[in-house]
C-alpha cells in the first residue's frame, strides 16, 4: 500500500521511519511546509516529496498519517476524510473540545471513512497485557488503579504556551489507557497541582506537577500522577488492584527508580530516557493496525470519540485545578 504522510516533525519523521520499515507499506508520499524536510526523508525512506496536503492525495495514498502541528489536524482529518481515506492522527484531535466536536460529527457524517487518533499505549503489550486480564476477570472486581507519567524534563516554554496545560497534554494519555484498560467511564474528578521549578510554566499559567483523583463508573478509584521533573528518567507506569490479585505495567529493569532496600538489585538496567525509547514497539504496533485500518481487515482501534472522552476528563480536571473542587464529567461535556 501507498501510505501519505503530512508532517515531518520529530514524531512525524520516526512514523516515517517505522512506516517505511513495515512489510504492508510499498511506498510513501511525504510533505511538510519545511521543504527541506521532506526531502531528506524522502531521501532517507525512498519516498515522493510533494508541496501540499492536497498533492498527498492527488498521489493516490490508500491512507494518510498526520502529524502536522495541532492546529492543523482538523483541516487534515475531514480532507481525508472528503477524499475517503483512512487517517491515522496523533492526538488531540483538535485544540479544544469544541472543534474536536465538530470533527466527530463530520467523521459520522462522512461514509464511514475510518480514522485512527494516536494514543500509542493502547499498544503497549503491558497495557495490552493488563487489558486482557481484566477482561478475563482473573483479578477479580478493581478497586485502585494507579496510573503514572513521569516526565525527564520540562518541554520548552514554546510548546507549554501553546500546550493546554498539563492534563490536556500529559495526563490525557493516562486518561485514556485507565478508560482502555478497565472498560470503565470516569464519572467525577479532583485534581490538584503545583510548580516545583521551571519558571516559564508557571508563567504560562500551567503547574508543573498534578494529580488527580477519578471515580470511575463502578465505584473504582483511579489516582493519575504526573510531572514535568523526573531527573532519573521517562516514568511511565500503570497499576491495576483488584480483590483476587494485583499487576503492574512498566515494572521492569528500565524502570526510572532506585531502590534503597538493602541488596535490591532491581532495577538492573538503564532507566528510559525519552518517550520514543519506552514506547518504541508500541509505535510499530500502533502503525502496524493502522495498515490493517487501511487494508480494511479491522476498525481504528481509537476512534475520534475515543479520543474525546479522554479530553473531557482533561477539561475536567482543569477545571477542579482552577477552582479547587471535585468535578462531575456532566458539568464540563456538552455532548
Known amino acids: 500500500m501507498r501510505i501519505g504522510i503530512m508532517g515531518l516533525g520529530r514524531i512525524g519523521a520516526f512514523h516515517a521511519e517505522t512506516l517505511f520499515g513495515l512489510d504492508a507499506v510499498d511506498s510513501l508520499v511525504v510533505t511538510d511546509p519545511v521543504a527541506t524536510a521532506a526531502a531528506t526523508a ?5 519516498a515522493t516529496a510533494v508541496d501540499s496536503p492536497e498533492a498527498v492525495f492527488a498521489a493516490g495514498v490508500d491512507g494518510v498519517v498526520i502529524a502536522a502541528a495541532t492546529d492543523a489536524h482538523p483541516e487534515l482529518i475531514l480532507a481525508a476524510v472528503k477524499a475517503g481515506v483512512p487517517v491515522f492522527c496523533e492526538k488531540p484531535v483538535a485544540r479544544g473540545v469544541e472543534e474536536s ?4 460529527r463530520a467523521v459520522e457524517a462522512g461514509g464511514g471513512v475510518q480514522v485512527h487518533i494516536g494514543y500509542n499505549r493502547r499498544f503497549d503489550a503491558g497495557c495490552a497485557a493488563a487489558r486482557e486480564a481484566v477482561i478475563s476477570g482473573e483479578l477479580g472486581p478493581l478497586h485502585t488503579v494507579r496510573s503514572t ?4 524534563a520540562p518541554p520548552p516554554a514554546g510548546y507549554v504556551a501553546t500546550s493546554g496545560g498539563i492534563f490536556r497534554d500529559c495526563a490525557v494519555h493516562d ?16 485534581a490538584t497541582g503545583g510548580n516545583r521549578g521551571a519558571d516559564h510554566i508557571r508563567e504560562a499559567g500551567d503547574v508543573d506537577t498534578a494529580s488527580a483523583l477519578l471515580t470511575l463508573d463502578d465505584g473504582t478509584i483511579a489516582v493519575v500522577s504526573n510531572s514535568r521533573h523526573n531527573a532519573r528518567g521517562y516514568d511511565v507506569r500503570l497499576e491495576l488492584h483488584g480483590m483476587k490479585d494485583s499487576i503492574a505495567v512498566g515494572l521492569e529493569d528500565r524502570l526510572p527508580l532506585r531502590s534503597v532496600e538493602p541488596g535490591a538489585t532491581f532495577p538492573a538496567g538503564p532507566p528510559h530516557d525519552f518517550f520514543m525509547d519506552r514506547f518504541a514497539d508500541a509505535y510499530r504496533a500502533e502503525l502496524t493496525a493502522f495498515t490493517e485500518v487501511v487494508a480494511g481487515t479491522r476498525p481504528s482501534p481509537c476512534t475520534v470519540a475515543d479520543a474525546l472522552e479522554a479530553s473531557w476528563i ?3 480536571c482543569t477545571l477542579s485545578l482552577r477552582e479547587r473542587r471535585p468535578v462531575r464529567l456532566t458539568e464540563v461535556r456538552t455532548a
Do not use: K
Open 42 to 46: 524522502a531521501e532517507r525512506f525512498a
Open 101 to 104: 466536536l465538530e470533527v466527530l
Open 149 to 152: 507519567t513521569l516526565d525527564p
Open 175 to 190: 486518561f485514556d489507557i485507565v478508560r482502555w484498560v478497565t472498560g470503565r467511564e470516569v464519572t467525577e474528578v479532583y
Open 314 to 316: 482533561a477539561e475536567a
